[in-house]
């Protein structure tokens, strides 16, 4: 982030904090801080990064799982929730379904996260299959805190092959959440330059990714990775697929957070876990909050 909207930001937190002092009652010893946004009170952002182990083509399944994670994010003080590529379906869904039974956008489910962001006051980031008409996506929904669809991301680098030739090209451009903009990846995105340096160019305030993406020495992703937050201060979060519940292995791949071309967070490996970071937006530093939490 560039120093100017760095003072701007803090200006802007200095003035809500002047407000709230002004005019919100501070609360007595022993009556908590419920009720409290913590986006008004702090100058950081709590991100739930869940690394799952979505269970291949087995939708029910998967939607209990996800509902599951959000609502132990609410419960650790997450703003965020994020999940990896594909988390509704699983990466190789088509090996089990067929397209033409995916509901149209939004589904029936999805409205049903509206109504859960809402109630647990959290920003959901969801990978699924997306049915637009006779076009299908690889995409991720964003859904913000008050239950409504602020942007969906579909994956522009759709990898050849059984597993992705269903999915229709996206586009990549940045989102806004919560009035910061956000570079989106979804997996191999990271390895287009053209997508990294528009990011780079719209001087992003963060870097996220949903991933299905497995170690391999050819393929990356670490210098992906690297190489996309070498030349910005934003960090880049990833949340990427676990264990090996259909065709693909992913038992080694890794989720975490990149900040200076370095790897400065690594979640568990090979175990469906969620972690929580504090992500101080005015400096990007980045800090643990907690552990780790397994999700059944």
């Given at each position: 982030?560039?120093?100017?909207?760095?003072?701007?930001?803090?200006?802007?937190?200095?003035?809500?904090?002047?407000?709230?002092?002004?005019?919100?009652?501070?609360?007595?010893?022993?009556?908590?801080?419920?009720?409290?946004?913590?986006?008004?009170?702090?100058?950081?952002?709590?991100?739930?990064?869940?690394?799952?182990?979505?269970?291949?083509?087995n939708f029910t399944?998967?939607?209990?799982?996800?509902?599951?994670?959000?609502?132990?994010?609410?419960?650790?003080?997450?703003?965020?929730?994020?999940?990896?590529?594909?988390?509704?379906?699983?990466?190789?869904?088509?090996?089990?379904?067929?397209?033409?039974?995916?509901?149209?956008?939004?589904?029936?489910?999805?409205?049903?996260?509206?109504?859960?962001?809402?109630?647990?006051?959290?920003?959901?980031?969801?990978?699924?299959?997306?049915?637009?008409?006779?076009?299908?996506?690889?995409?991720?929904?964003?859904?913000?805190?008050?239950?409504?669809?602020?942007?969906?991301?579909?994956?522009?680098?759709?990898?050849?092959?059984?597993?992705?030739?269903?999915?229709?090209?996206?586009?990549?451009?940045?989102?806004?959440?919560?009035?910061?903009?956000?570079?989106?990846?979804?997996?191999?995105?990271?390895?287009?330059?053209?997508?990294?340096?528009?990011?780079?160019?719209?001087?992003?305030?963060?870097?996220?990714?949903?991933?299905?993406?497995?170690?391999?020495?050819?393929?990356?992703?670490?210098?992906?990775?690297?190489?996309?937050t070498r030349i910005?201060?934003?960090?880049?979060?990833?949340?990427?697929?676990?264990?090996?519940?259909?065709?693909?292995?992913?038992?080694?791949?890794?989720?975490?957070?990149?900040?200076?071309?370095?790897?400065?967070?690594?979640?568990?490996?090979?175990?469906?876990?969620?972690?929580?970071?504090?992500?101080?937006?005015?400096?990007?530093?980045?800090?643990?909050?907690?552990?780790?939490?397994?999700?059944?």
């Amino acid at each position: 982030m560039n120093s100017k909207k760095r003072e701007n930001q803090a200006f802007l937190f200095l003035v809500v904090s002047l407000v709230i002092s002004l005019f919100v009652p501070v609360p007595a010893a022993g009556d908590g801080m419920a009720g409290y946004s913590s986006s008004l009170t702090n100058t950081t952002v709590r991100i739930a990064i869940f690394q799952m182990a979505s269970v291949e083509g087995n939708f029910t399944a998967n939607h209990a799982t996800i509902q599951e994670a959000i609502r132990i994010a609410s419960g650790r003080g997450a703003d965020w929730f994020i999940t990896p590529e594909l988390a509704e379906s699983g990466y190789a869904f088509v090996r089990s379904i067929r397209l033409e039974e995916l509901p149209e956008f939004p589904s029936p489910w999805i409205n049903s996260l509206e109504s859960i962001a809402k109630e647990e006051n959290i920003t959901l980031f969801i990978g699924f299959p997306e049915r637009d008409g006779s076009d299908y996506y690889n995409s991720v929904v964003v859904i913000d805190r008050e239950g409504n669809v602020s942007a969906i991301h579909r994956k522009n680098v759709i990898i050849p092959g059984p597993f992705e030739e269903w999915a229709t090209q996206g586009s990549s451009v940045p989102i806004t959440v919560d009035d910061f903009s956000v570079g989106y990846f979804i997996c191999a995105d990271a390895t287009d330059p053209t997508i990294t340096s528009r990011y780079h160019s719209d001087d992003v305030d963060i870097f996220l990714s949903s991933a299905a993406w497995y170690p391999d020495p050819n393929m990356g992703p670490e210098q992906y990775w690297e190489s996309i937050t070498r030349i910005s201060d934003a960090p880049l979060v990833i949340a990427n697929t676990a264990g090996k519940k259909g065709a693909i292995d992913f038992t080694h791949a890794e989720s975490g957070v990149y900040l200076g071309g370095e790897m400065v967070y690594r979640l568990p490996v090979n175990e469906q876990v969620m972690a929580f970071i504090d992500w101080n937006y005015l400096t990007d530093e980045i800090t643990l909050a907690g552990e780790p939490a397994i999700v059944k």
